[in-house]
Nanobody, 127 residues
């Protein structure tokens, strides 16, 4: 399995921006569908965004559409999440996830589908 390490979280005021990065180990990164999930205290893990193996297909949660952008670099083995116009309700621990399969619009939003997870990075948005 691929090993994932997130970075880039922090404290930001509402309306601000952050960029999360996820570095993956292994030589088969380009074979993985990648995603970002988040989890607030007392809440279930929630889908944020997913990107296909070559970056050609992307899916976003409705709550972040138009504000967040997911991207990947298969040379550097990284996936990023650019977050703009942040809101207090975006406060959560953000997790990078990977699954060694093709992008499937029906399943990419289901956290049970993912086999590899990072340790998470905290994002806090103050009002």
């Amino acid at each position: 399995q691929v090993q994932l390490v997130e970075s880039g979280g922090g404290l930001v005021q509402a309306g601000g921006s952050l960029r999360l990065s996820c570095a993956a180990s292994g030589r088969t990164f380009s074979g993985y569908t990648m995603a970002w999930f988040r989890q607030a205290p007392g809440e279930e893990r929630e889908f944020v965004a997913a990107i296909s193996r070559n970056g050609g297909r992307i899916s976003y949660a409705d709550s972040v559409k138009g504000r967040f952008t997911i991207s990947r670099d298969n040379v550097k083995n990284t996936v990023s999440l650019r977050m703009n116009s942040l809101k207090p309700e975006d406060t959560a621990v953000y997790y990078c996830a990977a699954v060694l399969t093709v992008f499937d619009a029906a399943t990419v939003k289901d956290y049970h589908a993912y086999k590899s997870w990072g340790q998470g990075t905290q994002v806090t948005v103050s009002s």
